[in-house]
């Protein structure tokens, strides 16, 4: 299947790849452009460099909304030849720059079992890390264009971004909000997500195109209903860990599924107390 960008606002275009539903976002301006995320592997990032440039021929920044493999292995082949900037919250640089060879191998144990030639793909890639670095937020000009990186704090992971183009009215949200699965617990800090969902809400409209890690462009509708669902979550957790109760009480009744739900609890349970 060939990759290619579908416009959803002015000059704000997203490609879906379809083997893990990952969300990519072109924003093209005046002789600038920005792309959010860069997939999985150097073979999926040169399909995703050549739908870009059916789109735009301008250079572009690229953003890691987080330093999960499928937002970020692609740096290499998108930003190091010829070099281009790269953004990420201070703790996904960090990841990327230190802690390479543990990406790797984590990603490689994630999809061995299920997707071995995309695990073997993913196991030989070469990581870059973000050349520019953001602790809270920080403003770019593309091409005469406002966008907004925010840190709206810990949920998916410690490192999370949303990338705002208020001119179009668009928010890409990363994996803060997901809409072809669950969220996803592993990393994540579920007492917190809510809080930082709730930031991220400050920023839409009625109108808001919001655009998930995984799946189809959504509306603030869709985020604040996952908000609402994260908060629940939150409670559960907090009142079966209060009542000494085993994480897999939680999973009984968690919004989101048995298996999130356990993964969640036990991540709630160490930021509590410390302990799973």
């Known amino acids: 299947m060939t ?12 490609l879906r790849e379809p083997l ?9 301006g005046d002789g600038e452009a920005l792309l959010v995320d860069s997939l999985s592997t150097a073979g999926q990032a040169a399909e995703l460099a050549a739908a870009a440039r059916a789109v735009t021929g301008h250079p572009w920044t690229v953003v890691n909304t987080h330093h999960h493999y499928d937002h970020c292995f692609g740096n290499a082949t998108l930003a190091a030849d010829p070099p ?7 703790l996904a640089a960090a990841a990327l ?23 073997a793909e ?11 670095t953001v602790h ?14 925010r840190h709206p704090g810990r ?8 990338v705002h183009v208020p001119d179009a009215d668009v928010l890409v949200a990363g994996d803060l909000v997901e809409q072809s699965g669950p969220p996803a617990f592993e990393d994540s800090y ?3 997500w809510p809080d930082a969902v709730a930031e991220l809400l400050r920023f839409t409209t009625p109108a808001t195109v919001v655009v998930p890690g995984h799946g189809d462009p959504v509306d603030a509708g869709f985020v604040q209903a996952q908000h609402r669902q994260l908060v629940e979550l939150a409670w559960l957790i907090r009142a079966a860990n209060t009542g000494g109760a085993p994480p897999e009480r939680v999973a009984a009744d968690a919004p989101f599924g048995a298996r999130p739900g356990l993964i969640a609890a036990r991540r709630g349970y160490t930021e509590l107390n410390g302990t799973p």
């Open 3 to 14: 990759l290619r960008f579908v416009e959803i606002a002015d000059r704000v275009h997203v």
């Open 20 to 28: 893990l539903d990952v969300n990519v976002t072109l924003v093209v």
């Open 84 to 90: 281009r900037p790269v953004y990420a919250h201070e």
């Open 97 to 119: 720059r230190q802690r390479p060879d543990a990406l790797r191998r984590e990603a490689y144990e994630e999809l061995r079992d299920e997707r071995p030639e995309l695990a």
């Open 122 to 132: 993913v196991a030989g890639t070469t990581l870059l890390a973000p050349t520019h």
């Open 136 to 149: 809270t937020e920080t403003v770019l000009d593309i091409g005469g264009r406002r966008v907004v990186l």
């Open 155 to 162: 949920g998916h992971t410690d490192a999370d971004l949303v």
């Open 190 to 192: 579920p007492l917190q």
